[in-house]
């Protein structure tokens, strides 16, 4: 199975700075179609988690866009430009390239 | 409006048997790919099992050959049957369109005696 690592685990921010997740696959993301399939999802505490991003960088409908995804391969990064207070949760990376699709262990984001 | 609702999630002893239904709206599930996707309290999101429009199904090593995946087309629905049930199948079970961009709300299945 592929293994998806996120980077930090815990990340405590400041509303209004911006903040950075990591997601590393340990293999190529890539499709035969030439897309790469890594989604971004966002959970708030009891809540079902909403996807924010497909396909690398393709933004949901309604989501706000201080929220950007980018990376190729096997590397690829969550930004949020500036933080709000509903940004908080956890944010998870997901790849839908190999069968079983994994997703990663989740990063934590917190206010500080 | 896309929506899909989860039930049949309760308390059930170790070995039992439960299934969980999924009935959804807005979109036919026999023509997309939907999956069921579990989350263990506090922790990280699992891959469980998946139909395609086709009918061919996949699970997860952990539930091969205790759970089965099927649809019926007449109620628009998916289920999971889950039998010998574990204290590791604790979670809260999301059934998802494809492409992940629509989720149930949850059902929560505790194994526990």
């Known amino acids: 199975d592929v293994v998806m690592t996120q980077s930090p685990l815990s990340l405590p921010v400041t509303l209004g700075q911006p903040a950075s997740i990591s997601c590393r696959s340990s293999r190529s993301l890539v499709y035969s179609d030439g897309n790469t399939y890594l989604n971004w999802f966002h959970q708030r505490p009891g809540q079902s988690p909403r996807r924010l991003i497909y396909?690398?960088?393709d933004r949901d409908s309604g989501v706000p866009d201080r929220f950007s995804g980018s990376g190729s391969g096997t590397d690829f990064t969550l930004k949020i430009s500036r933080v709000e207070a509903e940004d908080v949760g956890v944010y998870y990376c997901m790849q839908g390239t190999h069968w079983p699709q994994t997703f990663g262990q989740g990063t934590k984001v917190e206010i500080k | 409006e896309v929506q899909l609702v989860e039930s049949g999630g309760g308390l059930i002893q170790p070995g039992g048997s439960l299934r969980l239904s999924c009935a959804a709206s807005?979109?036919?599930?026999?023509?997309?790919?939907m999956s069921w996707i579990r989350q263990a309290p506090g922790k990280g999101l699992e891959w469980v099992s998946v139909i395609y429009s086709g009918g061919g199904t996949y699970y997860a090593d952990s539930v091969k050959g205790r759970f089965t995946i099927s649809r019926d087309i007449s109620k628009n629905t998916l289920y999971l049957q889950m039998n010998s049930l574990r204290a590791e199948d604790t979670a809260v079970y999301y059934c998802?369109?494809?492409?992940?961009?629509?989720w149930g709300q949850g059902t929560l299945v505790t194994v526990s005696s």
């Open positions: 396909k690398v960088s």
């Open positions: 807005g979109f036919t599930v026999s023509s997309n790919y």
């Open positions: 998802v369109r494809d492409g992940y961009k629509e």
